[in-house]
């Protein structure tokens, strides 16, 4: 948690501090309804500052105890008289829980913006380096 949520994280001043922010991500995806890269251009939104001021973050020792193994993590959400739970074990992408073909296909897409070249990543580490450029 202390990595996560330390006294600089909950005022990220640039990319490198928001993107080890847990009150800037948690924030930031609620107000966006997604989180993305481009995310980081947001870091002086007040409407995420201001929702970054009511997040608490609470050390579980239980879950402490899982690490390395599992990182588990949940977030609990109360707005409007509701809660709303989410809880994951080990996050999407870890090699414990690695994305399908298609979740990678999709970010790289999304990233790069190139679509034509999927099979070229595929294939990339029995091809020659003159064969990419």
Request: charged fraction near 35%.
């Given at each position: 948690v202390s990595?996560?949520?330390?006294?600089?994280?909950?005022?990220?001043?640039?990319?490198?501090?928001a993107d080890h922010s847990l009150p800037f991500?948690?924030?930031?995806?609620?107000?966006?309804?997604d989180f993305?890269?481009?995310n980081y251009?947001?870091?002086?939104n007040k409407q995420i500052i201001?929702?970054?001021?009511?997040?608490h973050i609470t050390?579980?020792?239980?879950y402490t105890a899982q690490y390395p193994e599992k990182l588990p993590i949940r977030l609990e959400v109360k707005c409007r008289g509701k809660t709303l739970?989410?809880?994951?074990?080990?996050p999407k992408g870890h090699y414990r829980n690695p994305m399908t073909d298609r979740e990678?296909?999709?970010?790289?897409?999304?990233l790069t913006g190139i679509t034509d070249t999927l099979e070229d990543m595929w294939t990339m580490e029995d091809r020659e380096v003159v064969e990419l450029v």
């Open positions: 990595i996560l949520a330390d006294k600089e994280k909950w005022h990220p001043t640039n990319k490198e501090t991500i948690i924030a930031s995806t609620l107000v966006n309804k993305w890269v481009n251009n947001d870091i002086r201001a929702l970054m001021d009511k997040i050390e579980l020792k239980e739970e989410s809880e994951i074990e080990i990678i296909e999709s970010k790289f897409v999304r």
